[in-house]
DNA sequence: TATTGTTATACTCTATAACTATA
DNA sequence: TATAGTTATAGAGTATAACAATA
């Protein structure tokens, strides 16, 4: 019967920056799938083409990144293949190994998937360079560390 | 052969805003999930248990919500419906539409689902309230005014 | 005629388990 | 024996097309 009810809402301040990231999250993966659909690819697809147009990587690893079962990565790889993206490698130091790594026409397609995605420009475009440093420093203090782990782009 | 190459990358600061924002996207989805699955739903599932806790939902509106086709949203509501967590009603006002809405222990799965989204405080709790302030400034600001399409929370 | 929801179909992504070839 | 990659299988999400009930 207390005045303030249960606290399971933390703060109006605190409740509202969490929304305003929620936001964020469905826009930039709405943006990141129609811009792999332009290309045909699937949103998985895209994700992996851009990791392997940084390096080539064996299977296990992309799953690592993918935070999905390795089984999972046949597939993506197979469908990426069979459009001449990507090919696999033999490992020369491992022969259990297969490195996956994008073909000339694979890393093309990453360049202009990574060009068509407008989440960079559009709504940081409405904040001065003064305020995206501001947002930098937030982003990077909220983050921590060890925040190298992006969207494969 | 001018010195600085073509400008396909927009400029440092941005590109690093933009890599930080992808961060954020991935460990919130991430968590959104780990949430989800907590409580033996699925991401999909989740999100349309917590469209439904605010009120009830036309399942053409649910699919439109999720930005998927509404044919979907049958098999995500029937999994979600045999589970109890969610009903169909009749809608008095057109006989055609039917209402998906939460029981009450659908409510109370979705209220603990929410309690369970560590992103809130985790990250968020090392910037101080001066510094959410103007980060809720700076993303309100990023979004535009109709920012009212969130993930479902 | 148009709209709401459903069914049927096919494809992709996902996890699990069993298999192979290396190490 | 342990590891890398694959296959087989099953469940879930997705889009498309066709359908019944209602408007």
Known sequence: MAPSSTPR???PLTTEVVELIGTVVVRYHEEYDEAAARHSLTGAQ???LALLA???LPMRRIAERLKCEPS???GIVDRLAARRLVERRPDPDDRRVKLAAVT????ATAERLRESLHFAREPLGRLSPAERT????L???MLGEGSGEGFGE
């Open 9 to 11: 809402t933390p703060d």
């Open 104 to 107: 000339p026409e694979g890393r």
């Open 139 to 141: 982003l990077r203090r």
């Open 72 to 74: 999972n990565v046949t």
């Open 54 to 56: 940084r390096e080539p």
């Open 46 to 48: 895209a994700r992996v």
């Open 134 to 137: 501001t947002l930098r420093d």
